[in-house]
């Protein structure tokens, strides 16, 4: 037996398998090799494999997400047949007499790179395309199965360090447990594990020869243990049962209006990231969707999703949640979340870079192409729309009136949607939470976001898991920021919610009902609890 002690960033305790994540690049070595023939017959047999496991991703993909969607995974198979591709593989391994992984890994970047400096944007998009099929091929050649994504059981996922795009590709029903070294309590990757309703830890150092082990995640302690004795086993599953109790007894608030003692009606709303997370939000009896951060559907596929893409999801979420509110927060790319198509580029400070409403505002072909989707969604249920990381009036003005000309574009296509949907913007940072009181004639209702407005507030990076400890959310600043936000927002007519992670944190609950929030969005398993905390107060 052996134990470990992080952080816990996501409560709970799991019992299961390791398996450990390492990124294909880190394992790639050159080596030298006699024979190049079998070198490239090893490649040969590892790259059907790659193609016959994208033909099941295909499949699954048409099943789940539609067959234009599924497509990308039929490209990918005809990129690992292309005859300049393996052209390249086999003269790296035939005139360098180097392994098969090095040739892949090598090819895999210098296409990568070649594509990525085109002009024409269908093969830049490819850049990415290209570097995920050499990393499955590679994956494979390295003696893992290729497909991080495809478990035969549920695991615990333990990693250097998790990025969300990497987080969102597990299959949910096959996770236990997350176990990273970096990352931070409101890094996306927690708050996903969060939204998954996970135990997880931060803080680990992780030994490769823990793959396949049993272990114990106590995400309330912190605590990783390696092949635990009976004694902790039984301990483990203790607290499990005492767990299932406790989400019993909430479960009994299911269909009780969310309303303080003094009569204040609060929408209790929940956070998602996806059509996935409707049935867990409704199951938890969410009364609406508070933040629905839209930026997922860019981190899941290989190319911006088109109109007719977020159309529909949004249309599902909507419809799915039956006439209840469903605020839709336009794309927040950039920082933690990177897409290798958008080419936002490298920066030295990216938390405090080109992002959010910034790329958006000056790349108004995505803006409008989303908000488009959006308004055309906004005829299948109650639509809302909000838009982050806002610091001046201007950039409200601005968005406003992109709205109106996808709003003119639309009546003049005769397509139906809803006139008067509700606008908001997120009050994320310290300048729009000082601003407020003005940018709240402009708009219908505020969503604070406490995981940023506390970075930029403590200038602290949400990231960096050195600072952690003092990242503290409940600084003064952040919640006289917070009480000064609500009571300007009310000032100009505006309601005002909170969807940052500290919407979920009880203890706050009661001073939030006192500053006079108006709603509060959290991961949909958070929702009971915090309608405990409101009917109690
Ligand atoms: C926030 O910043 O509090 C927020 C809700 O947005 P995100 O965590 O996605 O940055
Ligand atoms: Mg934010």
Redesign the pocket.
């Known amino acids: 037996m052996q134990q470990f002690t992080g952080k816990g960033i996501g409560k709970g305790v799991a019992i299961g398998k390791i398996k450990i994540f390492d990124k294909s690049e880190e394992k790639v070595r050159r080596v030298s090799v006699e024979d190049t023939a079998a070198e490239f017959a090893r490649f040969e047999e590892a790259k059907a494999k790659a193609i016959e496991q994208l033909g099941v991703l295909y499949e699954k993909a048409c099943v789940e997400v539609g067959e234009e969607n599924a497509a990308i995974f039929e490209v990918h198979q005809m990129m690992l047949d292309d005859d300049d591709y393996l052209d390249s593989i086999k003269n790296i391994i035939e005139e360098q007499k180097v392994n098969a992984e090095y040739a892949v890994a090598t090819t895999g970047d210098n296409f990568s790179e070649m594509f990525a400096n085109m002009e024409d944007e269908y093969f830049k998009a490819r850049s990415a395309d290209v570097k995920d099929i050499s990393e499955r091929v590679v994956r494979i050649l390295s003696g893992s199965d290729g497909d991080s994504s495809s478990m035969d059981e549920p695991v615990i996922i333990v990693a250097q360090d998790l990025a969300p795009s990497e987080t969102v590709q597990f299959d949910k029903s096959k996770l236990l447990a997350f176990v990273t070294h970096l990352g931070s309590s409101n890094s996306?990757t927690a708050?996903l594990a969060r939204m998954m309703n996970l135990p997880a830890i931060i803080g680990i150092e992780f030994d490769k020869a823990w793959d396949g082990k049993k272990a114990i995640v106590d995400g309330y302690k912190g605590t990783l243990t390696i092949d635990p004795d009976d004694e902790q086993l039984k301990e483990a599953l203790l607290i499990r049962e005492k767990d299932k109790e406790k989400a019993k007894l909430l479960r009994t608030l299911k269909g009780k209006p969310s309303v303080t003692k003094s009569g204040k009606k609060i929408k209790l709303y929940a956070n998602i990231k996806g059509v996935n997370d409707t049935a867990s939000a409704l199951d938890n009896d969410a009364e609406g969707v508070g933040?629905f951060?839209s930026e997922f559907l860019y981190l899941e596929g290989d190319d911006f999703p088109s109109e007719e893409t977020q159309f529909s999801a949004y249309k599902t979420v909507a419809e799915n949640m039956g006439g209840k509110q469903v605020v839709i927060r336009t794309l927040?790319l950039g920082a933690d979340k990177q897409v290798s198509y958008f080419d936002l580029g490298q920066e030295d400070n990216p938390a405090m870079g080109y992002r959010a409403i910034r790329i958006c505002l000056t790349r108004p072909e995505i803006f409008k192409t989303q908000l488009r989707a959006i308004y055309r969604a906004s005829a299948f249920g109650n639509v809302a729309i909000m838009f982050?990381m806002i610091i001046s009036l201007d950039e409200v003005l601005q968005c406003k009136k992109i709205v109106e000309e996808v709003k003119a574009e639309l009546k003049a296509e005769g397509i139906p949607f809803k006139e008067d949907v509700e606008l908001g913007i997120?009050i994320?940072t310290p300048a729009a939470a000082v601003i407020s009181e003005t940018l709240a004639h402009e708009v219908d209702f505020f969503s604070i976001?406490?995981?940023?407005?506390t970075q930029y507030t403590l200038a602290i990076d949400r990231q960096n898991a050195k600072l952690d400890n003092i990242n503290d959310s409940h600084h003064p600043a952040v919640l006289e920021l917070i009480r000064m936000t609500i009571e300007n927002g009310h000032k100009g007519g505006a309601w005002v919610g909170i969807?940052?992670?500290l919407a979920a944190d009880t203890t706050l609950t009661k001073t939030f009902i006192e500053y006079g929030v108006d709603e509060l969005s959290v991961s949909p398993g958070f929702v009971l609890s915090v309608r405990n905390e409101i009917i109690n107060n």
């Open positions: 996306h708050i933040l951060r927040d982050p997120m994320e976001g406490t995981n940023d407005l969807c940052g992670e």
